[in-house]
């Protein structure tokens, strides 16, 4: 078929590649000019694994294109997926839609032939109603233009594998024919036996919002057992394991430590609980605002623990943060427990410098008074603290012998529980982690 794609960020870049992939002919469109000639040229605006061959590839082949022009993607396109950001609002909880309502204002004028536009943005249950309303209202294809509602669940690091092998897909409707576009579009995960849940629009949004509550409140939940294991002296992660093997529990997102933070957890259950106030149902989703608290509370102990280590004082001590992006495979920034972190020390008079293996660019710009390293070792060099704040593969790959001749002192606190406490302590070091003895 022949598709646009709105919006190539972390999602709609991935997206329009793995669309051309499977075989659609596919035109990216994005309002900023930098990225669509980037993407053009094969070169993603972000890191996220393989996407660069992934874009190679596809470009390759004349499938996928980029540009900036609604009016051609109105033009090109049979179906049109919306993959613009919804960010929590500046000045309260909720999302901020402008970005989905503009691309459908935008872009609903200029539907002069029968088409379907999916919305694949996270948004407040109730969008997609309205944004039907709108689009048959301002279309001049009117009722030939249907909207259908296919929430995204990709994990950032793991986006293309998401994409192409998702574990469901979801999709909310108001006719057959919105059903038969979308077995269309994905043909080859349904022949390789993806379950599809065809439902209502309202159902399609609260399935998205709903599996990332449920997610943030496993990590919560683990959260809050290491808080109760570090005032008893028992180990969070042998918990973990113990649960996790009962299969009504699971082991998955068990891992307690910092807690989560990027584009979609944070935002997306505080837009969740603020839509919940607004249907007059905000007691049903009261804990969510626990699940954040324990999230934020992870943050504060790390500066706590970094206290304790050295003493007391943060003041002048030199601190390796090791890591800005929210989660390892990623250069993403958005709401980093990481970068949080090494803020917050900084404010106490610490001499901070982060390293990270890809975000620092991304971090630098959020962040302009912290100093960046362009190597770990620059970072560890004569620090009196290690933090390790997010667990990409080249920090639980440190040899703590050859860590200890840089640093001033052996002390490293493991905000992720992705290093051996034993092998480090024989080596000589203190070690902390989070929920452990
Ligand atoms: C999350 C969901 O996992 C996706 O299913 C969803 O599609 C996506 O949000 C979205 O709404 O777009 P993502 O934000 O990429 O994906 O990252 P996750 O892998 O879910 O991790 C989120 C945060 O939780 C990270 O900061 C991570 O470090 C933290 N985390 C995860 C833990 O602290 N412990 C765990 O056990 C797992």
Known sequence: ???????????????????????????????NPDRVSALAAGKPPFFEPGLDDLLSETLATGRLRFSSSLAEAAEFGEAHFLCVGTPQSTTSNAADLRYVKAAVSDLAPRLTRPCTVIGKSTVPVGTAQQLAERLRASAPAGDQVQLVWNPEFLREGFAIADTLEPDRIVIGTESPAGIAVMRELYEPMLAAGTPFISTDFATAELVKVAANAFLATKISFINAMAEVCEATGADVTQLAEAIGHDDRIGSKFLR?????????????????????GELRVDQALTFLREVDEINLRRRR???????????????GRRIACLGAAFKPNSDDVRDSPALDVAAALQVEGANVRV???????????DYPTLGFTATLDEALEQADLIMVLTEWEEFRAMDPTDVGRIVKRPAIIDARNCLDPQLWREAGWHYRGFGRP
């Open 1 to 31: 078929m022949k598709i646009t794609v709105i919006g190539t960020g972390y999602l709609g870049a991935v997206h329009a590649a793995c669309m051309a992939r499977i075989g659609h002919e596919v035109l990216g469109v994005d309002s």
């Open 256 to 276: 307690a430590g910092l807690g989560f933070g990027g584009g979609c957890l944070p935002k997306d259950i505080r837009a969740f609980m603020a839509r919940a």
């Open 355 to 365: 390293y990270d293996p890809k975000a620092a660019e991304a971090g630098a710009r």
């Open 301 to 315: 102990h790390a500066v706590d623990l970094a206290r304790i280590c050295l003493d007391g004082h943060l003041a």
